[in-house]
Protein backbone atom coordinates (compact mmCIF):
# COMPACT_ATOMS: atom_id res chain seq x y z
CA UNK A 1 0.00 0.00 0.00
CA UNK A 2 1.31 3.52 -0.83
CA UNK A 3 -0.67 6.56 0.59
CA UNK A 4 -0.04 10.00 -0.99
CA UNK A 5 -1.05 12.96 -0.18
CA UNK A 6 -0.27 16.50 -2.34
CA UNK A 7 0.42 19.96 -1.17
CA UNK A 8 1.26 23.51 -3.08
CA UNK A 9 -2.01 23.84 -4.85
CA UNK A 10 -3.42 27.34 -4.55
CA UNK A 11 -4.98 30.73 -6.66
CA UNK A 12 -2.12 32.20 -8.96
CA UNK A 13 -2.10 34.75 -11.77
CA UNK A 14 -1.54 33.98 -15.36
CA UNK A 15 2.42 33.74 -16.10
CA UNK A 16 3.40 32.43 -12.92
CA UNK A 17 4.81 29.92 -11.05
CA UNK A 18 3.94 27.40 -8.85
CA UNK A 19 5.41 23.83 -7.11
CA UNK A 20 3.20 20.78 -6.40
CA UNK A 21 4.13 18.01 -3.73
CA UNK A 22 3.05 14.76 -3.58
CA UNK A 23 4.26 12.87 -0.34
CA UNK A 24 4.33 9.26 -0.16
CA UNK A 25 4.31 6.31 2.73
CA UNK A 26 3.97 2.96 3.04
CA UNK A 27 5.99 0.64 0.87
CA UNK A 28 9.24 1.98 -0.89
CA UNK A 29 8.55 4.84 -2.83
CA UNK A 30 11.53 4.55 -5.32
CA UNK A 31 9.95 1.24 -6.42
CA UNK A 32 7.04 3.15 -8.01
CA UNK A 33 6.61 5.05 -11.33
CA UNK A 34 4.83 8.43 -10.27
CA UNK A 35 2.84 10.78 -12.72
CA UNK A 36 0.34 13.63 -12.10
CA UNK A 37 -2.84 13.81 -13.87
CA UNK A 38 -5.80 16.84 -13.81
CA UNK A 39 -8.90 17.02 -13.86
CA UNK A 40 -10.70 20.45 -14.40
CA UNK A 41 -14.78 20.87 -14.18
CA UNK A 42 -16.48 18.66 -16.42
CA UNK A 43 -13.66 17.46 -18.05
CA UNK A 44 -11.96 13.97 -18.16
CA UNK A 45 -8.78 13.47 -15.89
CA UNK A 46 -5.82 13.88 -18.04
CA UNK A 47 -2.52 13.05 -17.78
CA UNK A 48 0.03 15.62 -16.75
CA UNK A 49 3.81 14.44 -16.55
CA UNK A 50 5.39 11.00 -15.40
CA UNK A 51 8.41 10.32 -13.98
CA UNK A 52 9.86 6.26 -13.99
CA UNK A 53 10.98 4.97 -10.56
CA UNK A 54 14.81 5.65 -10.84
CA UNK A 55 14.48 9.53 -12.59
CA UNK A 56 16.10 9.16 -15.68
CA UNK A 57 12.83 8.73 -17.51
CA UNK A 58 9.57 11.53 -17.95
CA UNK A 59 7.13 12.08 -20.15
CA UNK A 60 4.95 15.02 -20.57
CA UNK A 61 1.68 15.83 -22.40
CA UNK A 62 2.19 18.24 -25.19
CA UNK A 63 -0.21 20.92 -23.04
CA UNK A 64 2.64 21.12 -20.74
CA UNK A 65 5.60 20.71 -22.22
CA UNK A 66 8.63 23.14 -21.90
CA UNK A 67 5.76 24.71 -19.03
CA UNK A 68 6.26 21.66 -16.53
CA UNK A 69 8.94 19.96 -14.76
CA UNK A 70 8.28 16.31 -13.05
CA UNK A 71 10.85 15.35 -10.47
CA UNK A 72 11.01 12.96 -7.53
CA UNK A 73 13.37 12.89 -4.20
CA UNK A 74 13.33 9.07 -3.22
CA UNK A 75 15.30 10.08 0.08
CA UNK A 76 12.29 12.32 0.57
CA UNK A 77 9.76 9.77 -0.61
CA UNK A 78 8.72 13.19 -2.50
CA UNK A 79 7.49 14.08 -6.15
CA UNK A 80 7.51 16.88 -7.43
CA UNK A 81 5.97 19.29 -10.08
CA UNK A 82 7.09 22.75 -11.52
CA UNK A 83 4.89 24.45 -13.03
CA UNK A 84 5.69 27.59 -15.17
CA UNK A 85 4.37 30.24 -17.64
CA UNK A 86 0.83 28.85 -15.78
CA UNK A 87 -2.34 29.82 -18.19
CA UNK A 88 -5.98 29.90 -17.37
CA UNK A 89 -6.33 26.63 -18.87
CA UNK A 90 -4.26 25.01 -16.41
CA UNK A 91 -6.72 25.15 -13.86
CA UNK A 92 -7.70 21.81 -12.52
CA UNK A 93 -7.39 19.31 -9.49
CA UNK A 94 -4.21 18.23 -9.83
CA UNK A 95 -3.58 14.04 -8.29
CA UNK A 96 -0.41 12.29 -7.99
CA UNK A 97 -0.62 8.69 -9.03
CA UNK A 98 1.83 5.12 -8.81
CA UNK A 99 1.98 2.36 -9.88
CA UNK A 100 4.62 -0.70 -9.37
CA UNK A 101 5.88 -0.44 -13.01
CA UNK A 102 9.11 0.46 -14.69
CA UNK A 103 7.64 2.29 -17.19
CA UNK A 104 5.60 5.70 -17.50
CA UNK A 105 2.26 5.17 -18.42
CA UNK A 106 -0.28 7.83 -19.57
CA UNK A 107 -3.49 6.48 -18.86
CA UNK A 108 -5.40 6.92 -15.58
CA UNK A 109 -6.30 3.26 -15.16
CA UNK A 110 -2.61 1.38 -15.17
CA UNK A 111 -2.12 3.58 -11.67
CA UNK A 112 -3.23 1.91 -8.70
CA UNK A 113 -2.57 4.58 -6.02
CA UNK A 114 -3.74 8.36 -5.90
CA UNK A 115 -3.64 10.82 -3.51
CA UNK A 116 -6.42 13.26 -2.60
CA UNK A 117 -5.98 16.45 -5.54
CA UNK A 118 -4.99 19.50 -4.79
CA UNK A 119 -6.93 22.58 -6.43
CA UNK A 120 -4.61 24.79 -9.07
CA UNK A 121 -6.31 28.28 -10.15
CA UNK A 122 -4.88 30.43 -12.68
CA UNK A 123 -6.60 33.79 -12.69
CA UNK A 124 -6.35 35.78 -16.18
Known amino acids: QVQLVESGGGLVQAGGSQRLSCAASGRTFSGYTMAWFRQAPGKEREFVAG????????VYADSVKGRFAISRDNAKNTLYLYMNNLKPEDTAVYYC?????????????????WGQGTQVTVSS
Open 97 to 113: AARFQSRVSVASTSYDY
Open 51 to 58: ISWTGGST
